[in-house]
Every structure is written in C-alpha cells, then in structure tokens.
C-alpha cells in the first residue's frame, strides 16, 4: 500500500460543475406578486360587476325616457322625472323643449363610460349616438323616490 496521503476532490455532480447556488426565496417572492395580482385582478372585476349591478336600475330608466322622448311620447317621459324635476321643468315646457329639439332625443346607442352611485343616487355620464349617427356627450342624475330610479337631471350635447 501506499503510505501517500489520499487528497480529497470535491464531489461533482454528473452533470458537470456546481451551478449557481439556488435561492429558495426568490421562488416564494415571485409565487407571492404572482398571488397578489391576480387577487388584484379578481377585486377589480369583482367591483366592476358590483358597480354594473347598482346602475342597472338608473341605467334602464334612462333607457326608457330616451326611448319615450324618441317615440314622442312626453307625458311617459316626463313621468320619469323626479318631483324636484316636475317643478323645474312642467310637462308643458318639456314638449315645448323636446319638440324643438327632436334630433336630440333620437338616440340610438347610449354609452356610460363613468357609473357612481350613493346613498344619495346615481350618476351615469358617457355618450348618446344619434340617429344620424352623431355623438354627443350625455349626462344623467337620478334619485331614489318612492322606491323608484327618477331623473333629477339630465344633459344630452355640449355644455
């Protein structure tokens, strides 16, 4: 036997020299961002769908005045109006008001790019399309009264 001393060589894996030294953490961190947004993402369409739900009753209301103002039926339109309304504009001011201008209220398509809604009522604002084909911006403010969505204001063109 040979009474030299046996140097002891650092094990190699088969797959040739060590690689660069893992960092477990790092794993975790990622799965963790990766966790936050997509929780992120759920909070966000679940408020979407919360937000959409609420303005579906003011939303609908608009529909039926636009489409009452469209079909010339004032007094159906106007019934959409809340008191405080009714008083500012009297059914007979409305039909004065709606006649002259007709082109405003033949609505084809409406938008609403920004939706709120409170204790205090609702607000849907965004575009009307005209049957014409011209887009108008378009405003609407509605409260609850007697249990049902009325309009307490409403704006359809430029300011």
């Not at 809604?117 to 049957?131: F, H, K, N, P, R």
Request: aromatic fraction near 8%; include cysteine.
């Amino acid at each position: 036997m040979d009474d030299r001393a046996v140097q002891a060589q650092p094990e190699q894996s088969p797959g040739g020299p060590p690689g660069p030294r893992k960092r477990p953490w790092l794993r975790w961190v990622a799965l963790g961002c990766g966790g936050l947004v997509v929780l992120a993402g759920l909070f966000a369409a679940g408020m979407f769908v919360v937000v959409r739900k609420a303005t579906a009753g003011p939303e609908q209301v608009v529909k039926q005045f636009l489409a009452a103002a469209a079909k010339g039926d004032y007094a159906a339109a106007h019934a959409l109006f809340s008191a405080p309304l009714k008083e500012a504009q009297p059914l007979a001011e409305f039909i004065a008001s709606a006649r002259a201008n007709r082109t405003l209220f033949a609505v084809t398509d409406t938008t609403f790019s920004n939706r709120s809604i409170d204790l205090a009522g609702a607000e849907l604002s965004g575009t009307v399309t005209l049957a014409s084909g011209t887009v108008l911006p378009a405003s609407f403010k509605l409260v609850k009264e007697n249990g049902a969505w009325r309009l307490i204001a409403y704006h359809l063109g430029s300011p």
